[in-house]
Protein backbone atom coordinates (compact mmCIF):
# COMPACT_ATOMS: atom_id res chain seq x y z
CA UNK A 1 0.00 0.00 0.00
CA UNK A 2 1.43 3.50 -1.30
CA UNK A 3 -0.66 6.27 -0.29
CA UNK A 4 0.01 9.72 1.08
CA UNK A 5 -2.20 11.63 2.88
CA UNK A 6 -3.25 15.10 3.51
CA UNK A 7 -6.19 14.79 6.30
CA UNK A 8 -7.07 18.75 6.15
CA UNK A 9 -8.54 19.81 3.20
CA UNK A 10 -8.46 23.20 4.36
CA UNK A 11 -6.18 25.89 6.68
CA UNK A 12 -6.68 29.28 7.30
CA UNK A 13 -4.05 31.31 9.04
CA UNK A 14 -3.08 35.23 10.34
CA UNK A 15 -0.46 36.89 8.15
CA UNK A 16 2.73 36.69 9.81
CA UNK A 17 1.46 34.05 12.43
CA UNK A 18 2.89 30.21 11.40
CA UNK A 19 1.00 27.88 9.09
CA UNK A 20 1.69 23.85 9.44
CA UNK A 21 0.35 21.85 7.05
CA UNK A 22 0.70 17.77 7.62
CA UNK A 23 0.48 14.96 5.76
CA UNK A 24 0.94 10.99 6.70
CA UNK A 25 2.18 8.19 4.46
CA UNK A 26 1.40 4.31 4.51
CA UNK A 27 4.97 2.95 2.98
CA UNK A 28 7.64 2.45 5.45
CA UNK A 29 9.86 2.06 2.08
CA UNK A 30 9.57 5.93 1.05
CA UNK A 31 12.88 7.70 1.50
CA UNK A 32 11.88 11.23 -0.15
CA UNK A 33 9.31 13.53 0.14
CA UNK A 34 8.24 16.86 -1.69
CA UNK A 35 5.92 19.89 -1.29
CA UNK A 36 4.43 21.76 -4.13
CA UNK A 37 2.84 24.62 -4.43
CA UNK A 38 -0.07 25.37 -6.71
CA UNK A 39 -1.75 28.60 -7.48
CA UNK A 40 -5.52 28.34 -9.47
CA UNK A 41 -4.82 27.57 -13.14
CA UNK A 42 -1.21 26.97 -13.03
CA UNK A 43 0.84 23.72 -12.40
CA UNK A 44 2.27 22.38 -9.05
CA UNK A 45 5.81 24.22 -8.19
CA UNK A 46 8.23 22.36 -6.29
CA UNK A 47 8.66 23.80 -2.64
CA UNK A 48 11.09 21.73 -0.59
CA UNK A 49 12.09 18.36 -0.18
CA UNK A 50 13.65 16.08 2.53
CA UNK A 51 15.56 12.77 2.30
CA UNK A 52 14.45 10.08 4.99
CA UNK A 53 18.15 10.07 6.39
CA UNK A 54 17.24 13.58 7.56
CA UNK A 55 14.50 14.84 10.02
CA UNK A 56 14.67 18.30 9.32
CA UNK A 57 14.87 20.71 6.31
CA UNK A 58 15.01 24.32 5.97
CA UNK A 59 14.55 26.99 3.26
CA UNK A 60 14.21 30.37 4.20
CA UNK A 61 10.25 30.81 5.72
CA UNK A 62 10.01 26.95 4.73
CA UNK A 63 11.12 24.02 7.10
CA UNK A 64 9.90 20.68 6.57
CA UNK A 65 9.88 18.16 9.96
CA UNK A 66 10.33 14.39 8.93
CA UNK A 67 8.64 12.08 11.83
CA UNK A 68 9.64 8.46 9.95
CA UNK A 69 8.21 6.27 13.32
CA UNK A 70 5.00 7.61 12.85
CA UNK A 71 5.04 8.03 9.11
CA UNK A 72 4.70 11.94 9.01
CA UNK A 73 5.81 15.02 8.16
CA UNK A 74 4.99 18.64 8.10
CA UNK A 75 5.69 21.70 6.73
CA UNK A 76 6.15 25.07 8.33
CA UNK A 77 5.62 28.36 7.55
CA UNK A 78 7.05 31.03 8.84
CA UNK A 79 5.68 33.55 8.91
CA UNK A 80 2.66 33.28 6.29
CA UNK A 81 2.60 35.70 3.99
CA UNK A 82 -1.42 36.49 2.03
CA UNK A 83 1.26 35.17 -1.10
CA UNK A 84 1.40 31.88 0.39
CA UNK A 85 -1.89 31.66 0.03
CA UNK A 86 -2.41 28.13 -2.71
CA UNK A 87 -2.76 24.69 -2.40
CA UNK A 88 0.12 22.76 -0.91
CA UNK A 89 0.65 18.99 -1.99
CA UNK A 90 2.77 16.43 0.06
CA UNK A 91 4.19 13.97 -2.57
CA UNK A 92 6.88 11.05 -2.75
CA UNK A 93 8.23 8.96 -5.26
CA UNK A 94 6.61 5.41 -5.97
CA UNK A 95 8.41 2.50 -4.51
CA UNK A 96 8.91 -0.87 -7.04
CA UNK A 97 6.06 -1.90 -9.25
CA UNK A 98 5.47 -0.55 -13.05
CA UNK A 99 5.25 2.66 -11.81
CA UNK A 100 7.91 2.98 -9.53
CA UNK A 101 9.85 6.24 -8.93
CA UNK A 102 6.79 8.46 -9.82
CA UNK A 103 5.21 10.58 -7.85
CA UNK A 104 2.16 10.01 -5.45
CA UNK A 105 0.42 12.73 -4.54
CA UNK A 106 -1.37 13.61 -1.37
CA UNK A 107 -5.01 15.21 -2.16
CA UNK A 108 -3.83 18.71 -1.10
CA UNK A 109 -4.14 21.40 1.54
CA UNK A 110 -5.92 25.26 0.61
CA UNK A 111 -3.64 27.55 2.43
CA UNK A 112 -5.68 31.01 2.63
CA UNK A 113 -3.34 33.31 4.50
CA UNK A 114 -5.62 36.37 5.96
CA UNK A 115 -3.96 40.00 6.25
CA UNK B 1 15.30 28.88 -18.73
CA UNK B 2 12.08 27.89 -20.67
CA UNK B 3 9.90 25.82 -18.42
CA UNK B 4 7.45 23.48 -19.24
CA UNK B 5 4.91 24.58 -22.00
CA UNK B 6 1.31 22.67 -22.75
CA UNK B 7 -0.89 22.80 -25.19
CA UNK B 8 -3.78 23.91 -25.79
CA UNK B 9 -3.99 25.69 -22.05
CA UNK B 10 -8.17 24.90 -22.72
CA UNK B 11 -9.92 21.83 -24.80
CA UNK B 12 -13.76 21.47 -25.17
CA UNK B 13 -14.41 18.10 -26.73
CA UNK B 14 -17.56 15.88 -26.84
CA UNK B 15 -18.16 12.26 -25.53
CA UNK B 16 -17.04 9.51 -27.96
CA UNK B 17 -14.23 11.86 -29.53
CA UNK B 18 -10.33 11.79 -29.20
CA UNK B 19 -8.12 13.92 -27.96
CA UNK B 20 -4.21 14.83 -28.11
CA UNK B 21 -2.42 17.20 -25.58
CA UNK B 22 0.84 18.18 -25.48
CA UNK B 23 3.94 18.95 -23.58
CA UNK B 24 7.59 20.55 -24.34
CA UNK B 25 9.85 20.10 -21.30
CA UNK B 26 12.71 22.06 -20.27
CA UNK B 27 15.71 21.95 -22.19
CA UNK B 28 17.99 19.42 -21.62
CA UNK B 29 15.62 17.20 -19.71
CA UNK B 30 14.47 13.74 -20.94
CA UNK B 31 11.87 12.35 -19.04
CA UNK B 32 8.50 13.78 -19.23
CA UNK B 33 5.41 11.88 -16.94
CA UNK B 34 1.98 12.79 -17.46
CA UNK B 35 -0.56 13.54 -14.49
CA UNK B 36 -4.38 13.74 -14.25
CA UNK B 37 -5.91 16.06 -11.64
CA UNK B 38 -9.74 16.03 -10.63
CA UNK B 39 -11.28 17.00 -7.68
CA UNK B 40 -12.20 13.57 -6.30
CA UNK B 41 -9.05 11.72 -6.70
CA UNK B 42 -6.50 14.46 -6.46
CA UNK B 43 -3.22 14.41 -9.12
CA UNK B 44 -2.89 10.27 -10.39
CA UNK B 45 0.08 9.71 -12.41
CA UNK B 46 -0.51 8.52 -16.08
CA UNK B 47 3.20 7.86 -17.35
CA UNK B 48 6.43 8.44 -17.92
CA UNK B 49 8.51 8.67 -20.86
CA UNK B 50 12.31 8.78 -21.72
CA UNK B 51 14.23 8.45 -24.17
CA UNK B 52 11.22 7.63 -26.47
CA UNK B 53 10.10 4.75 -24.22
CA UNK B 54 7.69 4.22 -21.56
CA UNK B 55 9.29 3.97 -18.51
CA UNK B 56 6.39 3.96 -16.05
CA UNK B 57 2.29 3.42 -16.43
CA UNK B 58 0.23 4.32 -14.07
CA UNK B 59 -3.55 2.20 -13.32
CA UNK B 60 -5.29 4.33 -16.49
CA UNK B 61 -7.35 2.13 -19.25
CA UNK B 62 -5.67 1.66 -22.57
CA UNK B 63 -7.76 4.67 -24.17
CA UNK B 64 -5.06 6.90 -22.49
CA UNK B 65 -1.59 6.51 -24.32
CA UNK B 66 0.99 8.60 -25.30
CA UNK B 67 4.62 8.92 -26.92
CA UNK B 68 7.57 10.69 -26.60
CA UNK B 69 9.64 12.54 -29.93
CA UNK B 70 13.17 12.74 -30.26
CA UNK B 71 13.43 15.89 -29.49
CA UNK B 72 11.99 15.07 -26.02
CA UNK B 73 8.37 16.62 -26.50
CA UNK B 74 6.15 14.26 -25.63
CA UNK B 75 2.44 13.71 -26.46
CA UNK B 76 -0.72 12.26 -24.29
CA UNK B 77 -3.69 10.81 -26.27
CA UNK B 78 -7.52 9.68 -25.07
CA UNK B 79 -9.41 7.90 -27.13
CA UNK B 80 -13.30 7.43 -26.77
CA UNK B 81 -14.09 10.32 -24.21
CA UNK B 82 -16.34 9.63 -21.68
CA UNK B 83 -17.24 12.79 -19.18
CA UNK B 84 -15.34 11.45 -16.41
CA UNK B 85 -12.35 12.27 -18.37
CA UNK B 86 -12.68 16.24 -17.76
CA UNK B 87 -9.58 17.09 -15.80
CA UNK B 88 -6.56 18.76 -15.38
CA UNK B 89 -3.86 16.93 -17.16
CA UNK B 90 -0.55 18.01 -16.14
CA UNK B 91 3.43 17.34 -17.83
CA UNK B 92 6.01 17.34 -15.80
CA UNK B 93 9.64 17.40 -17.14
CA UNK B 94 13.25 15.89 -15.30
CA UNK B 95 16.54 15.59 -16.43
CA UNK B 96 16.26 12.01 -16.69
CA UNK B 97 18.43 9.40 -15.07
CA UNK B 98 16.48 7.93 -12.40
CA UNK B 99 13.07 8.72 -12.14
CA UNK B 100 10.23 10.51 -9.89
CA UNK B 101 11.88 12.93 -6.86
CA UNK B 102 11.92 16.67 -8.31
CA UNK B 103 9.27 17.24 -10.95
CA UNK B 104 8.77 20.74 -13.17
CA UNK B 105 5.51 21.23 -13.88
CA UNK B 106 3.50 22.68 -16.69
CA UNK B 107 0.48 24.71 -16.37
CA UNK B 108 -1.37 22.03 -17.47
CA UNK B 109 -4.49 21.44 -19.99
CA UNK B 110 -7.81 22.10 -18.65
CA UNK B 111 -10.53 19.32 -21.00
CA UNK B 112 -13.65 19.52 -20.64
CA UNK B 113 -16.15 16.78 -22.05
CA UNK B 114 -19.39 17.30 -22.53
Known amino acids: DQQVKQNSPSLSVQEGRISILNCDYTNSMFDYFLWYKKYPAEGPTFLISISSIKDKNEDGRFTVFLNKSAKHLSLHIVPSQPGDSAVYFC??????????????FGKGTKLSVKP | KAGVTQTPRYLIKTRGQQVTLSCSPI?????VSWYQQTPGQGLQFLFE???????NKGNFPGRFSGRQFSNSRSEMNVSTLELGDSALYLCASTPGGSSGNEQYFGPGTRLTVT
Open chain 2, 27 to 31: SGHRS
Open chain 2, 49 to 55: YFSETQR
Open chain 1, 91 to 104: AAPRKGGGSQGNLI
